[in-house]
C-alpha cells in the first residue's frame, strides 16, 4: 500500500501540513489526482450523497468541478486526535449562468496508519455571493502559512 505523510497519529504541525496538502491538492481541480489521497475502498458522505470506494470518488468530483467553475478552497485545521482530523472550510465558484457561490462547511476526515483518508463526512451549505463579494481568488499563496478566512 502507498503511504501518504504525514502519518497518524497526528501532532499539531503533521495535522495542519494534512490540511495543506489536502487544500493544495482540491484546488488543482483535477480528480484523479485528489482521489489517490483516499483509500481504494473510502467511504464519503458530502451533503445528501453517499460515496463508496475511489473509483466513486474520482467520478462524483469530475462531475463537480464540471458544474461548479473557478472553483477556488481554503481549508482550516479545527481539531486532531489520533488518526482524525476535523477541519471547516470555505470555497467558492461560479455556475454556468455567472453566478456565484460562496459554500462554508465542516469535514471530519479519519486516515489509515499509511495516511491515506479511509472516512470523509462533509457538511455544507451555500450562500449566493455577487461577484464583489468574493475573497477567495484561487490557491492560497505560498507565503501564507495560516488560513486568513473571516469566520462569518
Not at 81 to 91: C, H, K, L, N
Request: with cysteine; glycine share 4%; proline share 5%.
Amino acid at each position: 500500500m502507498t503511504s501518504r505523510p504525514p502519518l497518524p497519529p497526528f501532532d499539531r504541525e503533521s495535522a495542519l501540513k494534512k490540511v495543506r496538502a489536502a487544500e493544495d491538492a482540491w484546488n488543482t481541480r483535477d480528480p484523479e489526482h485528489v482521489a489517490l489521497a483516499y483509500t481504494e475502498d473510502t467511504v464519503w458522505r458530502n451533503r445528501d450523497t453517499f460515496l463508496t470506494g475511489r473509483a466513486e470518488v474520482t467520478a462524483f468530483l469530475r462531475e463537480k468541478w464540471s458544474r461548479e467553475l473557478d472553483y477556488a478552497l481554503r481549508k482550516e485545521l479545527w481539531s486532531f486526535q489520533d488518526d482524525r482530523i476535523a477541519v471547516r472550510f470555505q470555497y467558492e465558484f461560479h455556475d454556468a449562468a455567472g453566478q456565484w457561490w460562496r459554500c462554508y462547511g465542516n469535514e471530519l476526515w479519519e486516515f489509515t496508519g499509511e495516511g491515506l483518508m479511509r472516512r470523509r463526512e462533509a457538511s455544507i451549505n451555500d450562500v449566493r455571493i455577487s461577484e464583489a463579494e468574493r475573497r477567495i481568488f484561487g490557491p492560497r499563496p505560498a507565503e501564507e502559512t495560516r488560513s486568513l478566512i473571516p469566520v462569518r
